[in-house]
């Protein structure tokens, strides 16, 4: 079974600082995406990964970037939380880029004070 | 700009009844429409569609596509408590397949 891992479950930060949320995947996926879920707006895409270094911009890019220096690790960055960052984040995998089918981890619930 | 839109938001129903959740996508370069099932932690898999007309099956859930509509529908028969959840429907796109454009899902609850 494909297993994707999100390592914080649950983080409370405060304005300003600065978030790492980092996702591991097993099974040799090429596509990693970050995801957040917002009640009454849905998943949102944020970034997406097809290679080892490679990131294109979701549709809501702005206040985050990613890092993809291994081809099972991503991480999605907060420079400087702000409170409308507060959100569930949600990472996920797919196989290739022919592939839809998309895994998601366990989720992490950042709220920022 | 890509939109999908899925309707009811939410339904309660009781166990036994058959419930039909309904999907509709205006995607540019669309390939595929799937199916996700969320309790209270990841959404995980259910269906994916890619021709229209032919129903995937999967026990008491089924789903099909109309590409001609534009639209999907996901079919529960003899819902059981354990089906409450929120139902997402996502499309992928030929750009890169597992870029998914997300509705804002239907919240089922079945009740005893």
């Known amino acids: 079974d494909v297993k994707v891992t999100q390592s914080s479950r649950y983080l409370v930060k405060r304005t300003g600082e600065k978030v790492f949320l980092e996702c591991v995947q097993d099974?040799?996926?090429?596509?990693m995406f970050w995801y957040r879920q917002d009640p009454g707006l849905g998943l949102r895409l944020i970034y997406f990964?097809?290679?080892?270094?490679?990131?294109e911009k979701g549709d809501i890019p702005e206040g985050y970037s990613v890092s993809r220096e291994k081809k099972e690790r991503f991480s999605l960055i907060l420079e400087s939380a702000s409170t409308n960052q507060t959100s569930m984040y949600l990472c996920?995998?797919?196989?290739?880029?022919?592939?839809?089918?998309?895994?998601f981890g366990e989720g992490s619930r950042l709220t920022v004070l | 700009e890509d939109k999908v839109v899925q309707s009811p938001l939410s339904l309660v129903v009781h166990e036994g009844d058959t419930v039909t959740l309904n999907c509709s996508y205006e995607?540019?370069?669309?390939?595929?429409l799937l199916w996700y099932k969320q309790e209270k932690k990841a959404p995980t898999f259910l269906f994916m569609l890619?021709?229209?007309?032919i129903e995937k099956k999967s026990g008491r859930l089924s789903s099909i596509l109309d590409k001609k509509e534009l639209s999907s529908i996901l079919n529960i028969t003899a819902t059981q408590t354990g089906d409450s959840a929120i139902y997402l429907c996502?499309?992928?796109?030929?750009?890169?397949?597992?870029?998914?454009?997300f509705g804002d899902g239907t919240t089922l609850t079945v009740k005893p």
């Open positions: 996920a995998s797919s196989l290739s880029f022919y592939t839809g089918e998309l895994f």
């Open positions: 099974m040799d996926h090429e596509n």
């Open positions: 990964s097809y290679d080892v270094k490679m990131k």
């Open positions: 995607v540019t370069n669309f390939r595929s």
């Open positions: 890619t021709s229209s007309g």
């Open positions: 996502a499309a992928a796109l030929n750009t890169n397949a597992g870029k998914s454009t």
